[in-house]
C-alpha cells in the first residue's frame, strides 16, 4: 500500500507536469494568430512578470508567508540584474518562437540546453571539459539536427529565435551558480519572483516600447482580462508547483519527470493543434538527442552523489578519529574487559547514529540547493 507521502509526492509531480504542459499550450494558443490571436510576446512575457511580481511581494512583504533573504545594493547590482536580464531574453525569444514553430518542434530544440548550458559552464570556468560530457553533447546535437531536418513546417526565423532563447536561459542558469551561490544567496521561486520579475519587466519594456508599442496602437487587438488572467495566473501556479516538487523530491526525479513532461507535450500539442505535424525522422531525431540528455543527467548527478560523499568523508574520518582516542583512552579504566566491551559496542552506536543520520539530512538539503537553480527552467 503507497504511503500518504509518498502519494503526496506523486500527486504534487502530476500538478508540476499538468501545470507546465498547460502554460506552454496556454502560450502557444494566446500567441497564435490561428487561434486568440494576441501576437505580442513581449507584452505577455510583461504581463506575466508584472503579476508574479506583485503576488511575490504580498506572499513576502504583507502576508510573510516566506522570508525575504539579505539583499545588499551590490549584490542587486551585480547578481540579480544581470541575471534578470537573461532571464527576460530567454522569455522574450522563447515565447516569440510560438509565433513561428509548431510546440512539438519547440520541445525538441530545447533538448539543446544541456549543450548550451555545459558549454558556458565551461566558458565561465564552472565546469571542465570531459569526453564522457562532450560525447553526450554530440549525440544531442546530432538528435535535434536529425529532427529539425525531419520537420515539415521548418522555419529558420522561429528556430533562430528558440535557439537564442536557450543561449540565454543557459547564461542565466550559469551566472546564478558563478554569482548568487558565490556570495552564498539561495533563492526558491518565490522569492526568485520577488526579486527578479520586478527588474525582468523593466528590461522588457525597451523592446516593448520600441517593437510591440507602435503595432499595438495601429492593429485592432482583442483584450479579455480572464484571459491573461487566467494566463498569468498559470504561470505563477507552476512556480509555487516548483517550489512544492523540490520540496519533497530529489534531482534524479525532477529530471524524469521533466523528460516525461517533454513527451507528453508533444503528443498533446499534436492534438490540440492539427497543424502540428510530427514525421519519423521528428521522433527519431528527438529520441538519439533524449538519449544524449539521459545519459547527461546520469552522470551530473552521479558527479554529486561522488562530491557528497567526499565532503561527508571529512567530518565522518574526524568523528572516527576522536572515537578511536575515545576508545584508547578507555583502556586505562580500571575494568579494562568491560570499558573495552562496552567501548566498542558504544563505538558501533555512535557510528550509526553519525553516519546515517547526516547522511539523510545533508543529501535532502542537496537536493534543495541543486534543484532551486532549475526552478525557472521547466
Known amino acids: 500500500m503507497i504511503g500518504k507521502p509518498l502519494l503526496l509526492t506523486y500527486l504534487y509531480l502530476l500538478v508540476y507536469i499538468l501545470l507546465s504542459s498547460g502554460v506552454i499550450l496556454y502560450n502557444k494558443w494566446v500567441l497564435s494568430p490561428k487561434y486568440f490571436d494576441f501576437p505580442f510576446p513581449i507584452t505577455l512575457t510583461m504581463i506575466h512578470m508584472g503579476f508574479s511580481g506583485a503576488v511575490a511581494f504580498l506572499l513576502i512583504r504583507v502576508f510573510k508567508v516566506v522570508s525575504p533573504v539579505k539583499m545588499t545594493f551590490e549584490i542587486y547590482a551585480t547578481c540579480v540584474i544581470p541575471i534578470s536580464a537573461f532571464f527576460a531574453s530567454s522569455l522574450w525569444f522563447g515565447n516569440t518562437a510560438y509565433l513561428h514553430i509548431s510546440v512539438a518542434f519547440i520541445q525538441m530544440l530545447k533538448a539543446l540546453m544541456p549543450v548550451a ?4 559552464a ?31 513546417h521548418f522555419n529558420v526565423v522561429g528556430t533562430l529565435y528558440q535557439v537564442t532563447g536557450i543561449v540565454a536561459e543557459a547564461l542565466r542558469l550559469v551566472l546564478t551558480q558563478v554569482l548568487l551561490q558565490k556570495k552564498g544567496l539561495t533563492l526558491n ?4 519572483l520577488y526579486y527578479i520579475a520586478p527588474c ?4 522588457l519594456f525597451v523592446p516593448w516600447y520600441l517593437l510591440e508599442k507602435p503595432e499595438m496602437q495601429v492593429s485592432q487587438i ?14 505563477l501556479a507552476l512556480n509555487f508547483s516548483i517550489f512544492l516538487v523540490i520540496g519533497r523530491t530529489g534531482a534524479v526525479t525532477i529530471r524524469v519527470a521533466g523528460v ?32 544524449g540528455v539521459v545519459m547527461y543527467n546520469y552522470l551530473k548527478v552521479r558527479d554529486v552523489r561522488a562530491s557528497q560523499i567526499t565532503a ?20 586505562y579504566m580500571p575494568d579494562i574487559k568491560d570499558a573495552g566491551g562496552n567501548g566498542g559496542n558504544l563505538s558501533t552506536d ?10 539523510i539530512a545533508s543529501s535532502r538539503l542537496s537536493h534543495l540547493g541543486r534543484s532551486q537553480l532549475s526552478s525557472h527552467t521547466a
Not at 189 to 192: A, F, G, L, N, Q
Not at 312 to 327: A, F, N, T, Y
Not at 350 to 359: K, M, R
Open 189 to 192: 521561486p518565490i522569492t526568485s
Open 200 to 203: 525582468s519587466f523593466v528590461f
Open 312 to 331: 561527508e568523508s571529512i567530518p565522518d574520518r574526524v568523528s572516527k578519529e576522536w572515537k578511536l582516542e575515545k576508545k584508547s583512552s578507555d583502556v
Open 122 to 152: 565551461v566558458v565561465c570556468g564552472t565546469d571542465k571539459l570531459r569526453c564522457d560530457v562532450l560525447l553526450n553533447m554530440v549525440l544531442v546535437s546530432v538528435g535535434v539536427v536529425v529532427s529539425s531536418y525531419g520537420e515539415i
Open 222 to 235: 482583442q483584450f479579455n482580462f480572464w484571459i491573461f488572467f487566467s494566463n498569468a495566473l498559470s504561470a
Open 350 to 359: 555512535d557510528q550509526n547514529v553519525d553516519e546515517e543520520a547526516p547522511l
Open 117 to 120: 548550458t555545459f558549454f558556458m
Open 260 to 291: 516525461l513532461k517533454d513527451w507528453i507535450l508533444i503528443a498533446l500539442s499534436t492534438v490540440i493543434f492539427p497543424e502540428s505535424t510530427i514525421t519519423g525522422l521528428n521522433i527519431i531525431g528527438y529520441a538519439i538527442a533524449l538519449c
